[in-house]
């Protein structure tokens, strides 16, 4: 389906269209995942009925024990707060 056919149909549909973060299906909260490709480094969640992802131009973190993840605790200690406290409409 080209893009310009795929705009209309979800522009025209008469329902929602959900995917999952992460599988196949439909989303569902309390999902998530992370992953890297050269020279990013992404995390996707559905959380509370929020979809979102953060992308961030690197992958070469300083050296790190897996406890010390830079990324993961960026979004463990800022991001998630952050929504959690500023709930969308």
Same mark, same amino acid.
């Given at each position: 389906?080209?893009? =310009?056919?795929? #705009?209309?149909?979800?522009?025209? !549909?008469?329902?929602?269209?959900?995917? /999952?973060?992460?599988? $196949?299906?439909?989303?569902?909260?309390?999902?998530?995942?992370?992953?890297? =490709?050269?020279? #990013?480094?992404?995390?996707?969640? !559905?959380?509370?009925?929020?979809?979102? /992802?953060?992308?961030? $131009?690197?992958?070469?973190?300083?050296?790190?024990?897996?406890?010390?993840?830079?990324?993961? #605790?960026?979004?463990?200690?800022?991001?998630?707060?952050?929504?959690?406290?500023?709930?969308?409409?």
């Amino acid at each position: 389906m080209s893009h =310009t056919r795929l #705009t209309h149909h979800l522009l025209n !549909s008469s329902t929602d269209i959900f995917v /999952a973060v992460w599988g $196949n299906g439909g989303r569902a909260d309390g999902y998530a995942r992370s992953g890297s =490709t050269p020279g #990013t480094s992404t995390y996707a969640e !559905s959380a509370n009925g929020l979809d979102w /992802a953060i992308t961030v $131009n690197t992958r070469d973190w300083a050296p790190y024990t897996t406890a010390d993840d830079p990324f993961t #605790t960026f979004i463990n200690n800022a991001v998630a707060p952050f929504l959690g406290n500023n709930p969308t409409v």
